[in-house]
Each structure stands twice: as C-alpha cells, then as structure tokens.
C-alpha cells in the first residue's frame, strides 16, 4: 500500500457545533474540506493503529462521496478495519450501537439530522467515541485547534468500496467490511423490549402510522415494525431513503408532520403515530387526540420503563438537557433517583450513562435514549411507547392525563427564530446576560417573581470538566422558566431559541391551550430579550 501525503491549506471554519461539523453541501464540496477536517479527527485521536473504525451516515447527498473519502483517509491513517454500512447507510443510533458492540475504537456518523438534504441542503460529520457517544469538548476542541493549522492530509491510490456488496474487500492493507445496517440493531430492540405482547396489540387491532420522512429510518422501521412485530403493511410511510429526503425537511415536529398530526386528530385516524428525523435519533409521539410534548414523553417513558423488560429492575437515574422541562424532576423525585441536568447536545450524557448514574436522557427537541447506546434513539422510543401501551392496556391520552393527575403538568414550548442576522442575535443575548444580576427578587405582572436568573454552567459530576455560557435561564419562584440560547446547529446566520414553562399542579387545571397557558411568559420574554423588536420578525419560524 502507498500512502500518499498530499499537500493542503487550512480552512477557518470548521468549528465543530452542538453535534458535529454542519454545513451547506457546497462547503463540502471545496477540493479538501472533507479530506482536511477527517484527517484533523485522526490527528487529535491516539492509538487507533489496526482498530476498527464504523462509519455509516443518513444516506443524504453527498454521503456517498464522503465515505469514499473516509475509507481512504482511514486506511492510509492505519486503521486496521472499517465496518460500513450497506449503501453507506446507518442511523445515528444504530451506528452508536455497532461501534459498542463490535468494540470499534470510534466511528464516523455522516449526517445533519433534522436539515435538509440535498446538492443545496445540508451535510455533517460527527466523530463519536468508543463508548458509542459523539466526542466530548475535549476532543472537539482538539479537532477544531487541528483544522486550524492542518497543512497535510494521508491518503491511498484505490479504487472505490462496492457499497452495495455485503462482505469483506480491501483498501489498500485495510479490511474493510460492508455489513446490513438494520440486523444489530433490530437485535438489540428485541432484548429490551416485549416483542409478543407489542405483536398481540397490533394483531388485536391496534392501529399505528410511522413517518420515516424519506430518511433513515425507512429500512429499520420496516423490518422491526412491519416484520418483527406484525404492524399492518403500510403502517410506515415516505420508507426509502432519498438523498434530499423526498425534497422535504425531516424534522419530526408539528410543523414538518402536520398532516400526520391532523390525522391523528380525526376520528378515523390510526391509534398512534410517530415519526423520527433525518439520521433517525429524534422521535414525534402522537396519540389519538392527544400530542405529546418531548418533554413529557421524557417523563412518561421514565415513569414507565419498568414495564419493559430491559429496565424491569428499574432506572438508576434520569437525565435532561438544560432547557428540557422540569416534568422528569418530579418523576426521579418521587423514585427517589438520581436527576441531572446538563447542556444541550446528547455528549453532555455520555460520562453519566458510562458511569452507571442515569439509565434514561431526554431533550425537548425531540430526543430521547437510553444506556443501551449513546445517542438519542428516535425508534427505540417508539418501541417504548408501544411496550407501555400494550402493558398498560390504555391509549396515550389517557396515560398522559393519568401522569398529569399524579405528577402535575408543566406546560411548555419552545419558538426559533431562524436564520437571524448573527451579529442581531450576538447583541441580543449579551444584552439579556448583562441584565441578569438586576433580575433575581424582580416581580413582573401579578406573579412572576424571579428566583435565580444566571447563563448556566455544567460541572460534568464524573469528569469534573466545566461547560460555561450553555444558555440563559430565568427561574421564577412557581417553578416557571423563560430560558433563551442560540443554536449550535444550524448552517445559515443564527437561530434564537426560546424556551417557555409553567407548572401546573397535579391538581390544577391540565386542559389550558399552551401558548395561551404561557402567554405571560412570553410577553416577558419579549419585554427582557426584545426578539420581534430586535429582529423584525413578527412570529417565531418553528414553534414546538
Ligand atoms: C439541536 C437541539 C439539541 C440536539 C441537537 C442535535 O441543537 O436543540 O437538543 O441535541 O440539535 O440533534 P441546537 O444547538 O441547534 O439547539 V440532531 O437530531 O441534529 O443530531
Ligand atoms: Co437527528
């Protein structure tokens, strides 16, 4: 094998975000933007000499390329072996899970989730360790110092990986191995949850719609759903996987599965629908008349889990993203578990899964997982629902209402402000951090006395490292939160978020509509922040 050392030159922007490197395909596509930032990966990663490395991406655009890329860069790096997933397809989670289970030294996930695809969408590469997780701080701060002073990239002269062959080729001196990107996986589900009771709902009637968005949960869907478990033909829909995803946006929200929303709303509509995003981590629950926020799903499946078989002994504790409400709190408290809350982006759950402290994480963006991988997991979710609702022999709404009358309701949303001028949004937040020290014992309206208001910062318990300037939180004395934050994952300007939260007590009133129920909250948050007035935006982008 001849390794060639090909001369480059470094580019300033390859700042790892939220979850990994997300930009335009057209960055991409720059002669040696893929070359320079993998080879940056390897050079702040040690002793990866003759170790399996797992790649596999959503099947966008320009995944197909990439991994060519990756496949060289990696032999003429001294990897010993690739394991690769058909078509260069493995979900986000599926591809946590076979690096664990053939203990690869890491993995390279080529996705951007939830934006679109596409020859003018978005492309991502993620590096995750060998726990499964994406990298830590540490090693993507490494990365991005690396693509600043990168001058070489390694390479071999060798033709392209027949993707679609199943088996073992070789590149250069590497072995490279394409394997299905379904069957570890649907394995794993099986093990943790109750197959023949989830069959006998479905063939007693129990009628469900699963939206894979054109994206990558297409195949897994199909064999575990429509296979494995007997749901009706049909019950998966948009199934293949294209590479701009159908020309739509695989963004499990209302606004994105409206239709599937309406139709779960009407009385001849299915018992359930869900739908999961892009690269298949996130997940949408919908049941009949009744939507369920993240959030609340969160603290539904944590409330829960013990009825499927692999959490039957019970969670150790659970774990939520900063602006995730506080509704999982009241379910750890009462179980008397553990309860963490950490930044946004799902390697912040990493050292608390690996460390046995929490069995259970969730973000409202429509994440949730488990220790069973180390990524959020959008059909393992779907799964649990289904566990929970076959074992409980009740429909979504009636668990969510008998959640609400023992734990109360906290009411929340979250509206985005996308595409903003960065410089706009920039301002906007430091302006709102400057104001917090004035805000604690502040009452605004009738009611609305602030508690504490800071920019939080995470002390990782198990490592000890420290995250500051994750996102401003005011807390206010009833258990209500305004929290605003910029994305970290978006490609175009910036994106403001904010996030709303209203407790309501077990026995309050559970039946309020959201936005009125947070109407106060977000009048404040306009008073404080200023984002319509600041952006000139007169509603938010995206509301969830
Ligand atoms: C968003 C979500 C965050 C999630 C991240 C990756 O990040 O808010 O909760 O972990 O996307 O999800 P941000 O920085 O844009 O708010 V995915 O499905 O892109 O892997
Ligand atoms: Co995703």
Redesign the pocket.
């Known amino acids: 094998m001849t390794v060639q050392t090909i001369k480059t030159t470094p580019f300033g922007d390859q700042k790892p975000?939220?979850?990994g490197l997300r930009k335009r395909v057209t960055v991409w596509q720059q002669p040696n933007y893929v070359e320079n930032y993998i080879q940056a990966i390897f050079d702040s990663l040690e002793g990866f000499e003759g170790q399996t490395l797992v790649i596999g991406g959503d099947g966008r655009f320009y995944n197909d390329v990439a991994i060519q890329k990756a496949i060289r860069i990696a032999a003429a790096n001294g990897f010993g072996k690739v394991l690769v997933g058909q078509n260069g397809l493995l979900s986000?989670p599926a591809a946590s899970h076979v690096i664990r289970h053939h203990k690869a030294y890491g993995g390279l996930v080529l996705?951007?989730?939830?934006?679109p695809g596409g020859p003018d969408g978005d492309f991502g590469i993620k590096y995750n360790i060998s726990n499964g997780g994406p990298a830590p701080e540490k090693i993507t701060d490494a990365v991005f110092e690396r693509t600043k002073v990168i001058d070489s990239y390694r390479s071999v002269d060798a033709p392209d990986i027949a993707l679609g062959q199943i088996g073992t080729q070789q590149v250069g001196g590497m072995v490279v191995e394409v394997i299905d990107p379904v069957t570890d996986y649907a394995a794993l589900m099986e093990t943790l949850f109750d197959f023949p009771a989830i069959r006998a709902l479905f063939a007693s009637g129990f009628t469900m719609t699963f939206d894979a968005m054109h994206a990558i949960t297409g195949p897994y869907a199909h064999a575990i759903l429509e296979g494995k478990l007997g749901a009706a033909k049909g019950t998966v829909v948009n199934g293949t996987p294209s590479p701009d995803f159908g020309k739509g946006h695989p963004d499990p929200n209302l606004v994105y599965c409206k239709d599937m929303f309406d139709l779960l709303m009407t009385p001849e509509g299915p018992d359930f629908g869900a739908a999961s995003?892009?690269?298949g981590?996130?997940n949408l629950i919908i049941g009949k008349n009744r939507f369920v926020t993240p959030s609340d799903s969160l603290a539904l499946l944590a409330a829960n889990a013990h009825l499927a078989p692999g959490y039957k002994a019970g969670i150790a504790g659970i774990a939520r993203?900063m602006?995730t409400s506080a509704a999982a709190d009241r379910v750890a408290e009462k179980l008397g578990i553990e309860m963490h809350e950490t930044p946004?982006?799902?390697k912040f759950f990493g050292n608390l899964l690996d460390a046995g402290r929490v069995t259970i994480c969730g973000?409202?963006?429509a994440?949730t997982g488990s220790n069973h991988v180390r990524e959020?997991d959008g059909l393992w979710a779907v799964l649990l629902w289904l566990n929970i609702i076959a074992a409980r022999k009740q429909g979504v709404d009636q668990i969510v209402r008998e959640h609400w009358a023992t734990y109360g309701r906290n009411y929340y949303t979250r509206h985005d402000y996308e595409e903003v001028d960065a410089s706009i949004a920039g301002k906007l937040v430091d302006d709102l951090r400057a104001q917090l020290p004035t805000l604690p014992g502040k009452t605004f309206g009738e009611d609305l006395q602030v508690a504490y208001a800071d920019d939080f910062t995470y002390h990782d318990p198990v490592d000890g490292s420290t995250s500051a300037k994750q996102g401003i939180r005011i807390g206010f004395t009833d258990g209500s939160r305004i929290v605003l934050?910029l994305?970290?994952?978006?490609t175009v300007g910036a994106?403001l978020?904010l996030y709303l939260e209203r407790y309501e007590a077990a026995d309050g009133r559970h039946d309020l509509d959201t936005q009125l129920a947070l109407e106060p909250l977000i009048a404040l948050s306009e008073t404080l922040a200023g984002i319509k007035q600041r952006t000139g935006r007169e509603q938010p982008s995206v509301i969830t």
């Open positions: 975000g939220t979850s986000t996705s951007a989730s939830h934006n995003d892009g690269d981590d996130r993203s602006p946004t982006g799902w973000e409202e963006s994440g959020k934050r994305s970290g994952t978006g994106t978020r």
